[in-house]
């Protein structure tokens, strides 16, 4: 039998989520409450194959509970909140704590169809759990999901003249896509869009947060920000952490990158000044992926391949033309 343990900040929600999560007989419900370590010892006690968790709390910290549930006791986790609040940062610390998704839900429509998106969401959770001894396995939804081709490339200092020699040699875009971390101030981003568009044959834009990973598309990072991608593949835009010298910063982009096994590809670090995307780098490297740092006759200043280089990160050191060439044949 599957279980459901629905966390609500009031019974009448709860009863609500209940009614329009499925009908399915197999299905049986718990309410955890509403103080936290009420609602912890509840779902180690009753085991759940999955967690429906309010973002509708008033008082009680979701993100911290989200990551203390699944360090606990690992299953998967669906927030819901209502659809009118403001509630971006709130969902984005929630899904950074390690939940698995999240709906907004039209709480003051009479329109049952509305939730039907929702009711399939939890269907389809639901169906993906396996039990085995009667004990939960986690959900594993990078296993689950269609792989993705990727190229990713860090660059800073010389970058925008670099991306553009690999843009104007790439084919069309269809299974693959590319994402680029430039280091660059927001103000100047947009321009930079337009110059390398000028230059491709692919739709070239902003990743913008909240938005899906598409294929067939390069993404720029938006600058005074950190680019990652959840588990389900959107991008998101964080501050964390501030103490990084660079906003976006590749590293950050990178180390994310490495620990979502729906993304396969090839990570390149062109010309920049300094050390960042090094330590991502390696991360990728170590994950399987195939990595290339720009050699430095070819670079306007040797500081990220080099330390690239120095610390075992890259596969292979190429000169700029070489690594448009390979870019090419990898999305062709």
């Excluded at 966390?7 to 955890?32: H, L, M, Q, T, V």
């Excluded at 040699?169 to 693959?176: F, H, M, V």
Aim: glycine share 6%; net charge negative.
């Amino acid at each position: 039998m599957k279980s459901i343990a629905i966390i609500a900040p009031n019974i009448g929600e709860y009863k609500f989520i209940r009614e329009i999560s499925g009908s399915a007989k197999d299905i049986k419900f718990f309410w955890a409450g509403y103080e936290y370590n009420e609602i912890l010892e509840g779902i180690v006690s009753t085991k759940p194959d999955l967690l429906l968790i309010s973002l509708n709390f008033s008082l009680l910290d979701v993100p911290k509970l989200v990551k203390d549930i699944v360090t606990a006791y690992k299953c998967p986790v669906l927030l819901y909140i209502d659809d009118k609040k403001n509630s971006d940062g709130l969902i984005f610390d929630a899904l950074n704590a390690g939940a698995t998704d999240y709906i907004k839900l039209p709480f003051n429509s009479g329109e049952s169809g509305l939730f039907d998106e929702f009711t399939k969401k939890v269907g389809k959770v639901l169906s993906l759990v396996k039990l085995s001894d009667n004990n939960n396995e986690m959900l594993k939804f990078a296993e689950s999901a269609e792989k993705h081709n990727l190229v990713i490339i860090g660059s800073s200092t010389g970058g925008p003249a670099a991306l553009m020699e690999i843009i104007k040699k790439l084919p069309k875009l269809n299974e693959s896509s590319i994402v680029i971390i430039q280091h660059i101030e927001s103000d100047y981003i947009e321009a930079l869009v337009e110059w390398l568009s000028y230059h491709s044959i692919n739709l070239v834009e902003v990743a913008q947060n909240n938005h899906k990973l598409e294929k067939g598309k390069i993404f720029l990072a938006n600058g005074g920000e950190h680019l990652i991608v959840d588990k389900q593949g959107y991008f998101r835009y964080t501050k964390d952490p501030e103490e990084y010298p660079y906003k976006p910063s590749i590293n950050r982009f990178f180390e994310c990158i490495a620990e979502l096994p729906m993304f396969f590809g090839t990570a390149v670090i062109l010309t920049g000044m300094g050390r960042d995307g090094a330590i991502g780098l390696l991360k990728l490297k170590e994950s399987k992926w195939k990595t290339i740092a720009q050699d430095e006759k070819s670079s306007v200043v040797y500081g990220m391949p080099k330390a690239a280089k120095e610390n075992g990160a890259a596969d292979k050191i190429l000169e700029l033309n070489e690594i448009a060439d390979k870019i090419a044949k990898i999305v062709y």
